[in-house]
């Protein structure tokens, strides 16, 4: 069958129309992109440990093993292994082979003191023996110095003991400190003890003071006055003539008679220098000892320090020393010397 002519006598064509559709798989994001970065990263990181591995020394390798094997026992006390480096990040060292420590590089941080109470003990008995040690040799000098002293240097006996510094006033054989059997100091002694009070108020120190007298015993015995009665009664005259010498009267601890019992010289109890007086420049310990200050536990160093060097002691005033001696009969006839 013929087509239909067209215009010009043609036949008309067919119209062919083509529709596109749009579509597809559409956007993938960006998750490849950082699966990507990571698989660079682990490969950077992979290459630089390589690198490291190879030119880093046997002993540098030891010493970074050592480390991770016990991290924080090396950061924080210490050891052999990473060059006992103080930080918790140990670089810095010059040698990390080195066992005895790294020397760090730049400022170095003042060293980290642990103290523990008989540290701190040991610490303030040297620092209070040096200050005993020249105050014995200040008042050395002082009785050296002085014209007046010159007869009494061998009844004047200094020493350091465990308790302070001692200084005894022991009689001589023609040259007593007191009176007969009494409490009255001679005048001579009043000047001794006014040179040794010069030097006892540049210590903070206190001070004890002990009367002694030597195996005389009184007719009337234990029962009535007796060498006790006598040696805290020359003790009580012996703090009173310190005082009126400008001893201040805060320093006074203790002033005690001993009577007989602690002789000067052990194998001669009737040794005219058994018969003297003790002055003592007691240490902290001593002092803390006399207070019956009972033991303290504490949490630091400084605070270890203050109960050593008794910044506070007890409420326990030595007031009341004038009347240390005690209550007693009149003094019976004696015949021996005291």
């Given at each position: 069958?013929?087509?239909?002519p067209?215009?010009?006598?043609?036949?008309?064509?067919?119209?062919?129309?083509?529709?596109?559709?749009?579509?597809?798989?559409?956007?993938?994001?960006?998750?490849w992109?950082?699966?990507?970065?990571?698989?660079?990263?682990?490969?950077?990181?992979?290459?630089?440990?390589?690198?490291?591995?190879?030119?880093?020394?046997?002993?540098?390798?030891?010493?970074?093993?050592?480390?991770?094997?016990?991290?924080?026992?090396?950061?924080?006390?210490?050891?052999?292994?990473?060059g006992?480096?103080?930080?918790?990040?140990?670089?810095?060292?010059?040698?990390?082979?080195?066992?005895?420590?790294?020397?760090?590089?730049?400022?170095?941080?003042?060293?980290?003191?642990?103290?523990?109470?008989?540290?701190?003990?040991?610490?303030?008995?040297?620092?209070?023996?040096?200050?005993?040690?020249?105050?014995?040799?200040?008042i050395?000098?002082?009785?050296?110095?002085?014209?007046?002293?010159?007869?009494?240097k061998?009844?004047?006996?200094?020493?350091?003991t465990?308790?302070?510094?001692?200084?005894?006033?022991?009689?001589?054989?023609?040259?007593?400190?007191?009176?007969?059997?009494?409490?009255?100091?001679?005048?001579?002694?009043?000047n001794?003890l006014?040179?040794?009070?010069?030097?006892?108020?540049?210590?903070?120190?206190?001070?004890?003071?002990?009367?002694?007298?030597?195996?005389?015993?009184?007719?009337?015995?234990?029962?009535?006055?007796?060498?006790?009665?006598?040696?805290?009664?020359?003790?009580?005259?012996a703090?009173?003539?310190?005082i009126?010498?400008?001893?201040?009267?805060?320093?006074?601890?203790?002033?005690?008679?001993l009577?007989?019992?602690?002789?000067?010289?052990?194998?001669?109890?009737?040794?005219?220098?058994?018969?003297?007086i003790?002055?003592?420049?007691?240490?902290?310990?001593?002092?803390?000892?006399?207070?019956?200050?009972?033991?303290?536990?504490?949490?630091?160093?400084?605070?270890?320090?203050?109960?050593?060097?008794?910044?506070?002691?007890?409420n326990?005033?030595?007031?009341?020393?004038?009347d240390?001696?005690?209550?007693?009969?009149p003094k019976?006839?004696?015949?021996?010397?005291?």
């Open positions: 069958m013929a087509a239909a067209g215009k010009g006598g043609e036949a008309a064509r067919p119209i062919i129309v083509k529709k596109i559709k749009k579509g597809g798989h559409g956007h993938h994001g960006g998750a992109k950082i699966a990507y970065a990571d698989f660079v990263t682990a490969m950077m990181a992979f290459f630089l440990l390589m690198w490291l591995l190879g030119s880093t020394s046997k002993g540098d390798l030891n010493g970074i093993a050592e480390y991770f094997k016990t991290p924080m026992q090396v950061a924080m006390q210490g050891g052999s292994g990473s006992d480096s103080s930080s918790v990040i140990p670089g810095g060292g010059q040698d990390l082979t080195r066992k005895s420590g790294q020397v760090k590089r730049g400022e170095t941080e003042a060293p980290r003191k642990s103290y523990t109470i008989k540290q701190a003990e040991a610490a303030i008995e040297k620092e209070e023996r040096t200050k005993l040690v020249s105050l014995k040799e200040k050395e000098d002082q009785i050296n110095a002085d014209v007046k002293m010159t007869d009494y061998n009844q004047i006996k200094l020493d350091i465990t308790e302070g510094l001692r200084i005894q006033i022991v009689d001589d054989k023609n040259r007593p400190m007191f009176d007969l059997a009494s409490s009255r100091l001679q005048p001579y002694t009043k001794i006014a040179v040794i009070t010069k030097s006892l108020n540049d210590v903070s120190n206190n001070i004890s003071i002990a009367g002694h007298t030597d195996a005389h015993a009184y007719a009337g015995g234990e029962k009535g006055y007796s060498n006790w009665d006598l040696s805290a009664d020359r003790a009580n005259a703090r009173r003539s310190m009126e010498s400008g001893l201040q009267d805060s320093k006074i601890l203790r002033v005690v008679g009577g007989a019992s602690s002789m000067f010289n052990e194998q001669d109890p009737l040794d005219p220098m058994n018969r003297r003790s002055i003592v420049v007691v240490n902290k310990k001593t002092e803390n000892s006399i207070r019956h200050q009972a033991p303290t536990l504490v949490e630091d160093a400084e605070q270890a320090k203050e109960v050593i060097k008794g910044i506070n002691p007890p326990i005033a030595p007031g009341g020393v004038d240390v001696k005690a209550v007693s009969p019976p006839k004696v015949t021996n010397a005291r």
